[in-house]
């Protein structure tokens, strides 16, 4: 039986009050959604960022009884992904003196040169990013003293 | 990852250098055994910009040219470990297995600005610049060469910026400026739409191939409006769709002239003078600031510039512009100067601080001498842009006063005088591009020549501190009595900013001898810090056209000279002086100190250079050269062009204008230039990658 012309009205406004509320529930859902994915996403990020400066160093290490010599130490071949180093640390571990070193990528400068003492060496964001693909050296240029030991590497995010 | 080396062997050994260390003079190494003319390569890297102006290194291999030689008087003999590179190394530059002493630092590129601003613009606008360096080199990504690594652009309005656009590659330019001969550039066409209506300029960074951050020649470094600056525009849509218009006719009344932005409104009430046609523009535009910016006053036929009413004619940025009607000609819309063009823009609320009348596309004709006169506090730059200047003889200088400047682009000169285009104590000569004429045996100001055919002409630049630029350009019959091009700072001591001589093409005809390129000769003033000559053809015999470059023989004053690139030049003679001339021709006291051209003496910088004769002084090597770089032949004999109608010294017969400075075919100075550093030549032809003949033409 159909409904007198009155009640049909009040169903159309009623269905299309509920059908605007679920529309504004749903926004409202999106929303706050979207909020809690984007602070989740940051989070996880920057977690996953302070673990990245962690997942690629790039460097050598070096120990020579007999004194560390001038030329190239491969530091990686063929670097698995991009990344940007974001941080550099060096250090003469053994013997006594310095050196100077300069990172290259695929044979171009990359980072240097920089001198290596008994005290570390730290910088920040010290170089272009380094391409997906690149051979890493580290090459000693100079070596004043006796150093038998030392390390250098760069620490980086993935591009 | 980590690698380690424990207990390790030996890492791989660095590759050799052949040489110990080099000197802080950047061009000149020690090796502990020196070997003549060895050609021993030693690998650099080099810092600088790649195509989209990012810091980069390029490595690059440089050769061992030529020993050393000794100060006068022990001239003959060389130094015992010291051996010349062919190019200078940098601080900046890695030199890895040797010790890098130099503590030179590579010049800013050497640019200019070569289309107008104070344009009335809508969503876009349009540049076009060149630039020289030093380092010029083939692009290593495709082979083809360019002077500089890229230009970048962006337009600002003080709160609002467009992204930074990189162009690399140069273009012909077309469709902007008239041009006798093909010009190559960078040209940028930006988009401004994100900008509001309002006063912007543009700002550019010219990024060498070698050079780091301190080598950009940006235009945020330096002021005024005549240099490497800000270039000035008016963004207003609707403005620029729809400008306010007045027209000009002889049959016209300065009383009862329209200003509407409708044409057929204006058109049917023009005024009769340009005078008349401000002062009405002013009555119904109004005083406010800017009033007049982008107002067109269109010629019908031939009309007076007219006597203007003293009053204050408020235009803030964009020109003036005096143009024709639509539909006539340029012979046809002529604007006689029968007065000083001055148009009182003396705002001095404006946002730009110079005032600018622009004369585009009519024919500018002088009644007599009258200048342009610009007003206290308020200069005035007048451009002349595609227009036909007819001097009529009249001898004016154009720019009245120390603040009238003018530019001139694609301007063909008629009739000329000789005062307008020369240094002057009053304004400047801004810009010559695209100038072409008959010039009365006069010398033309050569800070900005682009594009140029300058008959009967000849270019001086006697205030080098300032640089010059000679960019594509024919001086096809310099007169008799003059040298072809000279250039030198005002003063002793000074230090000349950056100097391009690029694709020039002049010969002598005449039979008195004089210079074709004469720069910081024998008393002149001025040290050379960055001179860039390419593919020149400065066609002659000997002593007849020859180069005076670099000297340092001055009676009192020492000079310093470097970055001096020659690449692909060609000409009749080469000469240079400096310690071995010092003394044994002059005797003077001080003779083993001017070292000044030493770096250029042992060929440092020069590439495939070719003369036709002997040095001066018999080819002394007191006038010449110690070694005149790779690829260089000097005194080569006859270049044997296709049509030479230059100067004939046996016996001594003048030349003519015309002939034909191609090289023919088998010709000594083809393919002597191992690579490319421009893209095109003189005539507009791609040259392409790999080895170049000398001179002006691919």
């Known amino acids: 039986m159909a409904l007198p012309p009155v009640f049909t009205g009040l169903r159309d406004v009623i269905e299309a009050d509920l059908n605007q509320l679920m529309d504004d529930v749903e926004t409202a859902g999106t929303t706050a959604t979207t909020a809690i994915t984007t602070a989740k996403d940051t989070a996880l990020t920057a977690v996953e960022n302070a673990a990245a400066v962690y997942t690629y160093p790039v460097g050598v290490f070096v120990f020579n009884p007999s004194g560390v010599s001038t030329g190239t130490y491969y530091a990686d071949f063929s670097g698995p992904y991009s990344f940007n180093p974001a941080r550099f640390v060096g250090k003469v571990i053994g013997g006594t003196g310095s050196l100077s070193i300069t990172f290259l990528s695929d044979g171009a400068p990359l980072y240097g040169p920089v001198t290596l003492t008994t005290t570390e060496t730290v910088t920040a964001a010290p170089a272009a990013p380094i391409v997906a693909g690149a051979d890493i050296d580290v090459l000693v240029e100079s070596v004043t003293g006796t150093v038998t030991g030392f390390y250098a590497k760069l620490e980086g995010l993935p591009a | 990852m980590i690698a380690q080396y424990v207990n390790t062997v030996a890492p791989i050994a660095l ?63 060389f130094t015992t470990n010291e051996v010349a590179l062919n190019d200078y190394v940098l601080s900046t530059d890695r030199v890895f297995n040797a010790t890098n002493n130099s503590t030179q630092v590579s010049p800013k590129p050497i640019c200019r600005h070569i289309t107008p601003d104070r344009q009335l613009v809508g969503n876009s ?88 951050t301190p080598s950009v020649m940006r235009s945020e470094d330096n002021a005024g409006f005549r240099g490497f600056t800000r270039r000035h525009f008016l963004k207003n849509v609707s403005l620029a769709a729809a400008p306010p218009l007045v027209y000009v006719s002889s049959t016209g009344n300065d009383t009862t002239g329209v200003v509407s932005t409708n044409a057929a409104t204006a058109e049917a009430t023009p005024c009769l003078t340009i005078a008349g046609a401000l002062t009405r523009a002013r009555a119904a535009l109004g005083t406010t600031k800017g009033a007049l910016d982008g107002l067109r006053i269109r010629v019908v036929n031939t009309v007076n510039w007219g006597a203007l009413v003293a009053n204050t004619y408020h235009q803030n940025v964009a020109a003036v512009v005096i143009e024709p009607a639509p539909g006539v000609d340029i012979a046809t819309a002529v604007v006689t100067i029968n007065n000083s063009i001055r148009p009182y823009l003396r705002d ?303 016996p001594l017969t003048a030349g003519s204008t015309g002939g034909d400075y191609h090289l023919a075919p088998g010709a000594l100075a083809r393919d002597i230039v191992p690579y490319p550093v421009l893209t095109y030549d003189i005539e507009g032809t791609a040259r392409g990658t790999g080895t170049q003949d000398a001179g002006c033409y691919a």
Request: net charge negative; aromatic share 10%; hydrophobic share 40%.
């Open chain 2, 15 to 77: 590759a050799a250098q052949p040489f110990e260390s080099v000197n802080a003079e950047g061009w000149s190494v020690v090796n502990s055994t020196p070997a003549d003319l060895s050609m021993a390569p030693a690998t650099v890297w080099r810092r600088g910009h790649n195509q989209s102006g990012a810091l980069t290194w390029w490595p690059e291999t440089l050769y061992m040219t030529k020993r050393k030689r000794q100060v006068y008087p022990n001239q003959a003999s």
């Open chain 2, 125 to 212: 606008v349009t540049a076009e610049v060149v630039a020289a360096h030093y380092f010029g080199r083939p692009d290593p990504a495709t082979g083809v060469g360019k002077q500089v690594a890229c230009v970048r652009i962006r337009a600002n309005n003080g709160t609002q910026q467009t992204a930074w656009v990189a162009v690399s590659d140069t273009i012909i330019s077309t469709g902007i400026v008239d041009d006798p001969i093909p010009v190559e550039c960078h040209r940028v066409t930006l988009d401004i739409s994100s900008l509001s209506d309002g006063y912007f300029w543009l700002e550019f960074e010219e990024c060498p191939w070698i050079g780091s």
């Open chain 2, 348 to 650: 001095t609320t404006s946002d730009m601080g110079e005032a600018t009348v622009c004369f585009k596309g009519v024919t500018v004709r002088w009644a007599g001498i009258f200048g342009a006169t610009a007003e206290t506090g308020r200069p005035l730059l007048v451009q002349f842009w595609n227009c036909i200047v007819d001097w009529a003889g009249y001898a004016t200088a154009i720019k009245s006063n120390g603040t009238a400047h003018i530019a001139f682009f694609g301007v063909q000169a008629q009739n000329y005088a000789g005062a307008a285009l020369s240094l002057s104590a009053s304004g400047e000569v801004r810009q010559l591009r695209g100038l072409s004429g008959s010039f009365n045996g006069t010398a033309i100001h050569a800070y900005s020549v682009v594009g140029c055919v300058l008959e009967n002409a000849v270019l001086t630049q006697p205030q080098a501190e300032e640089g010059a630029m000679i960019w594509k350009v024919k001086l096809p019959s310099p007169p008799d009595s003059t040298n072809t091009v000279s250039i030198n700072a005002s003063a002793q001591g000074l230090d000349m900013g950056g100097i391009a001589v690029v694709e020039l093409l002049t010969a002598r005809i005449t039979t008195t001898e004089k210079i074709g390129l004469r720069i910081s000769a024998d008393s002149d003033a001025g040290n050379i810090t960055h001179l860039v000559i390419a593919h020149v053809t400065t066609a002659g015999q000997s002593n007849w056209g020859r180069w005076n470059l670099a000297y340092d023989d001055h009676a009192t004053v020492r000079r310093y000279h470097k970055f001096i690139r020659m690449h692909g030049a060609l000409g009749s003679q080469g000469n240079t002086k400096g310690d071995w001339f010092a003394g044994v021709n002059l005797g003077l006291a001080d003779a083993s100190l001017r070292t000044g051209n030493f770096a250029f003496h042992h060929g440092v910088g020069q590439v495939g250079v070719y003369t036709r004769d002997l040095n001066g002084n018999g080819g002394s090597a007191s006038f010449g050269w110690a070694y005149p770089g790779i690829g260089s032949i000097h005194h080569g004999g006859d270049p044997i062009y296709v049509d030479y109608r230059g100067v004939i010294l046996s």
